[in-house]
T-cell receptor
Framework: SQTIHQWPATLVQPVGSPLSLECTVEGTSNPNLYWYRQAAGRGLQLLFYSVGIGQISSEVPQNLSASRPQDRQFILSSKKLLLSDSGFYLC???????????FGPGTRLTVT | RKEVEQDPGPFNVPEGATVAFNCTYSNSASQSFFWYRQDCRKEPKLLMSVYSSGNEDGRFTAQLNRASQYISLLIRDSKLSDSATYLCVVKTTDKLIFGTGTRLQVFP
């Protein structure tokens, strides 16, 4: 069966510090991968998605970036965090031909 | 207008009650529809897909009305464990658009 991991589970970072969140998927190959953010009391906002190694599509221009160095690894980064970057960051995957997406446990980021 | 709209609730219902949520979507070209469940401070989990003919999974029934562009979720015989936020999700082109969710609280 497929499993998706995210770490860390929680993170408190000061404004201006860098960020690196990691997501890995097990049990499948060539998944589509997604990064979402959920701000308090708001819906999920798609940030990036990737259909393959090195292929990244950005949905929202901001100070975040994403990379996919391996087939089942997806990384979300920032060089300098803003207060507005606080939120619940969720990684998701899906098989190429299906529509349903499955989420990892998420990282709760607080920027202070 | 939001692409996917839901009543935020909360819906407070007693155990055993039947409760229904509606969701409207704006893009008539939307292709697929889902309900996800999200517990407090947890990730969303797929509850069920919504098919054109309607579908049922145990106590849960989902309906799609393409003409009126709305989706519904019916929960029968509510359990305390059904307390959660229910997210309506619509697929357009290659992306999923999530509603902000309807919160359900089932009380004893």
């Amino acid at each position: 069966s497929q499993t998706i991991h995210q770490w860390p589970a929680t993170l408190v970072q000061p404004v201006g510090s860098p960020l690196s969140l990691e997501c890995t998927v097990e049990g499948t190959s060539n998944p589509n991968l997604y990064w979402y953010r959920q701000a308090a009391g708001r819906g999920l906002q798609l940030l990036f998605y990737s259909v393959g190694i090195g292929q990244i599509s950005s949905e929202v221009p901001q100070n975040l970036s994403a990379s996919r160095p391996q087939d089942r690894q997806f990384i979300l980064s920032s060089k300098k965090l803003l207060l507005s970057d606080s939120g619940f960051y969720l990684c998701a995957w899906k098989r190429g031909i299906s529509y349903e997406q499955y989420f990892g446990p998420g990282t709760r980021l607080t920027v202070t | 207008r939001k692409e996917v709209e839901q009543d935020p609730g909360p819906f407070n219902v007693p155990e055993g009650a039947t409760v229904a949520f509606n969701c409207t979507y704006s893009n008539s070209a939307s292709q697929s529809f889902f309900w996800y469940r999200q517990d407090c401070r947890k990730e969303p989990k797929l509850l069920m897909s919504v098919y054109s003919s309607g579908n049922e999974d145990g106590r849960f029934t989902a309906q799609l009305n393409r003409a009126s562009q709305y989706i519904s979720l019916l929960i029968r015989d509510s359990k305390l464990s059904d307390s959660a936020t229910y997210l309506c999700v619509v697929k357009t082109t290659d992306k999923l658009i999530f509603g902000t969710g309807t919160r359900l609280q089932v009380f004893p």
